[in-house]
């Protein structure tokens, strides 16, 4: 924990402070926020990829080094608190979300020395590391996995879930996320093993209370290096119905068995006594990666009574643009249904607290997928960005998102790398007889490789990543989507971003201010405005390609034009003539 100096608000802060907002007079009817000021509300995270950051030693693969020898970028660009994906010793079948050991590092990623040494190098800069907690599954390298497949009668049999053949198949009918059946047989004792991702990720049992012990072990492990909190993976994953059921169908094949383990039966009490046993007795922050989460099941996962998690990732925003046949269907969608998920989560969440992301290492490039990434690219990456850093919640960027990073679109399948994509495509193309440019089309859209590849710094071979061949190939556009050419371009997304980060840092209406949704029906225009006290702030993005002359029906001819991605000269009318993915941010006097 960091003492004395609060890296969120530069006052000298130890532990969570009572504030009460001296600004903020009590008058009929007006808010006034007199709640526990919390810092990893007031945080600002950058998620990194390390595979894909920087390579320090050019062997093509990213690693702590790199990112130590980047520290000072990061400190520039404003952030406060670093997620980093998995750094764990793993095989990487799926690019670390398969830990082979939890207290050690990752051969190709350096040491536990140089894990050391970036802590205190963001510590330094007053910026807060989380890690990334992937207990839902342990890579079958795992010394529990290797003990528990040796013997029927292992003490560590019971950490996984193994379950006989039925008439020679498969336990049930469950399918894994990276296609084929969600088990795997062992010749070895003669039975199946779970596994609801790839066949190297094998799912913990945690009903098992030793599981759960050793889990919590781990963690203060970590908490006691002094790491700041966790996102924990597919956490709402933990815990299964233990009868394993078939899922009830006609259809033949496998199908997905999320209504046996999604916000599983146990799921808050395994939460509730990792909380009680291990969160509560640090200062830290945690979010839960919770696909198919609902606004329902969310609430219970953060509300702050239950003692739980601060916040979870949802997914409705997501998974908005897929189609009933799962997320290689890619379907369209409008303005008005993307405000009311944004709308419905800003105002439904009572005593719990939003995570804000459009991008991860998981999803299409956000500039891509909700902006336009061609003639647009600038503006509509500004305007992205004033969303994800104007709303109510914590607001998380990913790697690349802060100077428009785009889909990539590799020509052939050999380009890829993510397990995911090779799985469909195989399966797709040689057990479906899809159409090769079909499927590949479907990878340009929706392939997790899009955010995967590295990091863009300079305009030099392989985009300053790495002087060695690089994991994965770089998006070709790197000679003109740089660090470097950001840096030197005072209009350049990055510049916006500083600017953006600076002005949620400095006005608290942005953190806990109320949001209230204007004109939602609107069809190409989304306003907002957020309330804080006597402080009220208008937020106007243009998500389309047109111009458009746009009265608010707020009156904001008493306003003050605070920032914004065009040059704005009609300031004090309330007739705007918006431009192509205009943003405008204005506060109300
Ligand atoms: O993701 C969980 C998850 O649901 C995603 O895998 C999702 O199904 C897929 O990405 C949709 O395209 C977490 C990690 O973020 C992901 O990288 C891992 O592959 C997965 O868990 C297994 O650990
Ligand atoms: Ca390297």
Redesign the pocket.
């Known amino acids: 924990m960091i003492q004395g100096k609060n890296i969120l608000n530069g006052k000298n802060v130890t532990g969570q402070e009572k504030t009460e907002d001296k600004n903020i007079q009590k008058s009929s009817g007006e808010k006034c926020f007199s709640g526990e000021r919390k810092w990893w509300k007031e945080a600002i995270v950058y998620q990194i990829y390390p595979r894909s950051f920087k390579d320090s030693n050019d062997d093509g693969i990213g690693d702590l080094k790199g990112i130590i020898s980047r520290l000072d970028y990061l400190q520039e660009l404003g952030i406060n608190v670093v997620w980093l994906s998995p750094v764990y010793k793993s095989p990487n079948d ?1 690019n670390g ?1 398969d830990v082979s050991d939890y207290c050690d590092i990752m051969d190709e990623f350096g040491t536990l020395e140089d894990w050391e040494q970036l802590r205190d190098g963001l510590h330094k800069r007053g910026i807060r590391l989380i890690m990334d907690l ?1 207990v839902n599954h342990t890579s079958d390298e795992h010394q529990w996995f290797i003990e528990s497949r040796s013997s029927v009668d292992s003490p560590y049999r019971d950490y996984y879930f193994w379950r006989d053949g039925k008439n020679g198949r498969e336990p049930n009918n469950w399918c894994s ?1 990276f296609g084929g059946s969600a088990w795997e047989y062992d010749e070895n004792t003669k039975q199946y093993y779970l596994h609801i ?1 790839s066949k190297k ?1 094998v799912d913990l049992r945690w009903d098992n209370p030793k599981v759960r012990q050793d889990v919590y072990k781990m963690m203060k492990w970590w908490l006691d290096k002094g790491v700041d909190g966790f996102r924990m ?2 956490i709402n994953y933990t815990s299964k119905v233990d009868e394993l059921p078939d899922v009830k169908t006609d259809e033949p094949g496998y199908h997905w068995g999320g209504e046996y383990f999604v916000n599983g039966p146990r799921v808050h009490e395994y939460l509730q006594e990792m909380n009680r046993e291990v969160l509560s007795k640090y200062d830290i922050m945690t979010v839960g ?1 919770t ?1 198919n989460v609902t606004l329902e099941d969310a609430k219970l996962f953060t509300d702050e009574d239950r003692k739980e998690l601060n916040m979870v990732f949802q997914f409705e925003i997501m998974d908005l643009d897929v189609g009933p046949e799962g ?1 290689w269907q890619t379907v369209p969608w409008t303005l008005p249904e993307f405000k009311r998920i944004i709308t419905k989560w800003q105002k439904g969440l009572g005593n719990g607290w939003n995570s804000i992301f459009f991008g991860s ?2 999803a299409p490039r956000m500039v891509s997928r909700f902006g336009n990434d061609g003639i647009y690219r600038v503006e509509s990456a500004k305007m992205l960005a004033t969303l994800l850093l104007t709303l109510k919640g914590t607001p998380y960027i990913y790697q690349g998102d802060e100077i428009g990073m785009t889909n990539v679109r590799f020509p052939v399948i050999d380009d890829y790398r993510d397990i ?1 994509i090779l799985n469909m495509y195989r399966e797709a193309v040689y057990e479906r007889n899809l159409p090769v440019d079909q499927v590949m089309q479907a990878i340009h859209l929706k392939g ?1 490789d899009n955010a995967r590849t590295p990091m863009q710094w300079d305009d030099s071979k392989h985009g300053g990543f790495t002087k060695g061949e690089p994991w994965i190939k770089v998006n070709p556009n790197y000679k003109t989507i740089n660090v470097k050419e950001a840096m030197k371009d005072p209009e350049s997304i990055l510049h916006y971003y500083k600017r953006l980060i600076k002005l949620r840092k400095d006005t608290l209406a942005f953190v806990y201010g109320d949001y209230d949704i204007i004109d939602e029906d609107n069809g190409d225009i989304f306003a907002y405005k957020r309330t804080y006290g006597n402080e009220k702030y208008i937020v106007v993005l243009n998500f389309s390609d047109k111009n458009i002359k746009y009265t608010l029906p707020e009156k904001i001819s008493c306003s003050e034009f605070v920032e914004g991605n065009y040059k704005v000269d009609d300031k004090g009318t309330d007739l705007l003539e918006l431009r192509p993915y205009e943003a405008r941010i204005y506060k109300i006097l």
């Open positions: 799926d979300y992937v996320a991702f990720q993976d597919v990666e696909p997320k290492h998981d995911e997790r």
